[in-house]
């Protein structure tokens, strides 16, 4: 199992691949869950090559605990990636080696995609993901690069940004998966306690049951809802709740025929930040 940490290294072994050959890229910030595995499958099935890149990226964080806290068991995810398959290259870069004088985001339009929910908590998050992930289609030219949907608006600026920079490769969403209790698998659910892990689930109900109310309420009713349940839980905060056009992500008082919605939902537990969404028609 080849673990590359820097970009020559990287670069070598690239450079050994035919350019017909198709390229799979998923990006990950490591401590590799089993959304994770689904992204890599998923790339193996459909490329002859594949490169998970493991990089805490610091510019994407706008809190200094939440970047100090997030897990690192490199070990571990080069071991399960290994059982997935042992022809998977890793790009495991150190911090200097991507951001070698400054740790700087570049500043990008993305035609208000990054000023509503995520961008609208977290400052210039999206300006920092863009950045990074701008650098591995850079670096790796993927045929195609997969995310998941949980990070929904993120799934959404990287689509943008490969439209904005011209850069040719296939963004591929693939579906939220779940632990048994219904809470959206996220490295950060590793901070929970394993009661709160449970009881977050009421996350998943409460978009479920947002999802059954969208056909016969108004989004202002079920944002009133929403947030009435969350007073009435004391184990999770809700930081937001909004309905939003999948293609725009403005937040929808009313609903506009032939228009794909999703409910978004960002929601504090034992000071981790849990974020999920769920289509609505
Ligand atoms: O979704 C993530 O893990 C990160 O935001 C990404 C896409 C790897 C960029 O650092």
Not at 10 to 16: F, G, P, S, T, V
Not at 60 to 76: G, H, I, M, R, S
Not at 192 to 203: H, M, N
């Amino acid at each position: 199992m080849l673990v590359l940490k820097t970009k020559k290294e990287l670069r070598d072994e690239l450079i050994k691949i035919d350019a017909s050959v198709d390229i799979g890229l998923v990006p990950t910030m490591g401590a590799l869950h089993l959304g994770h595995v689904s992204l890599i499958r998923k790339a193996v099935s459909q490329n002859q090559y594949v490169v998970v890149s493991i990089f805490v990226n610091p510019t994407q964080f706008n809190n200094v605990e939440d970047l100090e806290k997030y897990p690192k068991t490199l070990d571990n995810d080069v071991h399960l990636i290994s059982s997935i398959s042992d022809q998977i290259l890793i790009f495991a870069p150190s911090v200097s080696e991507i951001y070698p004088t400054k740790i700087i985001h570049k500043n990008y339009e993305f035609a208000g995609l990054d000023k509503v929910m995520e961008g609208e908590f977290r400052a210039n998050h999206f300006n920092g993901v863009a950045t990074i992930v701008e650098e591995l289609f850079k670096l790796i030219q993927p045929t195609r690069a997969y995310f998941g949907e949980k990070d929904f608006q993120q799934l959404r600026i990287i689509q943008k940004l490969v439209e904005i920079q011209k850069i040719p490769v296939e963004v591929i969403g693939c579906e939220i998966v779940r632990e048994d209790h219904g809470l959206a698998m996220s490295s950060r659910n590793e901070r929970l306690s394993a009661t709160i892990r449970q009881k977050a689930g009421f996350v998943y109900e409460t978009l479920k049951t947002a999802k059954e109310k969208f056909g016969m309420e108004s989004a202002t009713s079920i944002k009133d809802w929403v947030s009435k349940k969350f007073q009435e839980n004391e184990n999770l905060k809700l930081e937001y709740f909004e309905i939003a056009d999948v293609e725009t992500l403005t937040p929808s008082k009313k609903k506009i025929d032939n228009t794909k919605y999703r409910a978004f939902i960002a929601v504090y537990a034992e000071q981790v930040r849990l974020i999920d969404n769920i289509a609505l028609n």
